[in-house]
């Protein structure tokens, strides 16, 4: 024996003798991938992937998504049969994801006079992808779909730098506008008509913990109304409320109630 095969026969045994997930049947990072990238090309058509009839799509993203949530279940007996229901009633929201997701282009359309058309939108801005991989995560874990969503919106997060966790309620006329470093946290509920700029944080200020110390899942992020506008690098964190039609300034930190219709310019409140 070399010393190369050697060494390959210790590593192996020294991996396998590591607690892990080997052998277990696990969702593919890879094949969640190709779910969204097929659900892009039935919401977006012409614009991402090649062409093909909505039928033979419809029926590609029924095979993929189908076979990722059988594994995303493998410890419910009854994973196989709802597997199955969880991915029709998926397949018969898709219109409604496409709806708001048009709403979000529309959105930025109007909000960034650097826009020239819709084409340009859907094809360059990094939130049509970010929002794309959120609305579609939201859509399955309001079903009940577990792990898919979360690796459904990390993706977007690796490739965008916007993190938006799956659980975060946004309404129509969605627009964050450059969007590096945006954070939107798992409880946080967005109205509609809301811009965000790049950096703004949605977080928690703190968390409860139970009697073993481990921190409890209860809402903790803030709560946006319809047409606000919060501007670059600004943290809002807790569960704290902004008043709809206000504005936010630039690179504050707010960790309180702002009533409705109020600017808040470092430190300063004012009527809008």
Not at 24 to 52: H, N, R
Not at 84 to 94: H, T
Not at 131 to 149: D, K, Q
Not at 168 to 174: C, N, P, S
Request: net charge negative; charged share 20%; proline share 4%.
């Amino acid at each position: 024996m070399t010393q190369l095969e050697s060494s390959i026969y210790k590593s192996i045994e020294a991996l396998d003798a590591v607690d892990g997930m080997a052998g277990e049947a696990s969702v593919s990072v890879d094949k969640v991938k190709e779910v969204v990238e097929t659900v892009k090309s039935i919401v977006f058509p012409g614009f991402f992937g090649a062409t093909s009839d909505l039928r033979t799509k419809l029926e590609l993203l029924h095979f993929l998504l189908r076979g990722q949530i059988k594994l995303a279940l493998v410890d419910d007996e009854n994973g196989y049969e709802r597997s199955e229901d969880l991915c029709c009633s998926f397949i018969e929201g898709l219109a409604e994801i496409k709806r708001l997701l048009y709403t979000d282009v529309q959105a930025i359309q109007d909000n960034d006079p650097a826009v020239k058309n819709i084409s340009e939108v859907i094809s360059c801005y990094p939130v049509v992808q970010a929002m794309l991989h959120y609305r579609t995560a939201h859509a399955l874990l309001v079903l009940g779909v577990p792990v898919i969503p979360r690796i459904m919106t990390e993706l977007a997060h690796s490739r965008t730098g916007i993190d938006i966790h799956p659980g975060a309620r946004i309404g129509e006329y969605f627009a964050i506008d450059h969007g590096t470093g945006v954070v939107i946290g798992e409880t946080c509920i967005i109205g509609d008509h809301v811009t965000l700029y790049q950096g703004v944080t949605l977080g928690a200020k703190n968390f409860s913990y139970d009697q073993e110390g481990r921190p409890v899942n209860k809402p903790r992020h803030p709560i946006v109304e319809d047409h606000v506008t919060i501007y670059s690098n600004s943290s809002v964190l807790g569960r704290v409320t902004i008043g709809h039609h206000s504005v936010i300034g630039g690179n504050l930190w707010l960790t309180h109630d702002v009533p409705p219709c109020t600017k808040v310019l470092q430190g300063r409140e004012q009527k809008a």
